[in-house]
């Protein structure tokens, strides 16, 4: 611990290091200073991927994946063909008898194979009539 002296007294105030995301405001006299939150985010310390989305927490920080990708949010992978990605870390599949292009960020992205008819974002295709 840092100790400082008050000015016209020998009182001291401790000012001891903080926690891991926190930085000290400030420290002198009688002034023992506050921890404050680091916003990992604003100042580019976090390691998300390129392909996610920061958000600040108290003492840290988390990483989400962006849509159109999934994963841990430090690492990101492109949504392949015939998968949908909301964002995060998951991936979901068109449903039976439809497709998606690579990047695909919602249900709605599946469509109906070819031969089939219907509505693939409500998992309704049907094979056509001959």
């Not at 290091?17 to 100042?43: H, I, K, Q």
Request: aromatic share 8%; hydrophobic share 15%.
């Amino acid at each position: 611990n840092t100790y400082k002296t008050s000015r016209g007294n020998s009182a001291c105030a401790a000012c001891g290091p903080c926690s891991t995301g926190y930085y000290r405001s400030s420290c002198g006299g009688s002034n023992s200073g506050s921890c404050l939150d680091v916003n990992e985010c604003s100042a580019g310390t976090d390691n998300c991927h390129a392909s996610a989305s920061c958000s600040n927490t108290a003492g840290s920080f988390s990483c989400r994946c962006n849509a159109g990708y999934y994963g841990s949010g430090t690492s990101c992978t492109r949504c392949q063909t015939n998968y949908y990605c909301v964002g995060g870390a998951t991936r979901s599949t068109c449903p039976t008898n439809s497709y998606s292009a690579t990047g695909s960020d919602a249900r709605s992205d599946c469509q109906c194979n070819a031969g089939f008819g219907g509505n693939a974002a409500t998992g309704s295709c049907s094979a056509c009539a001959a």
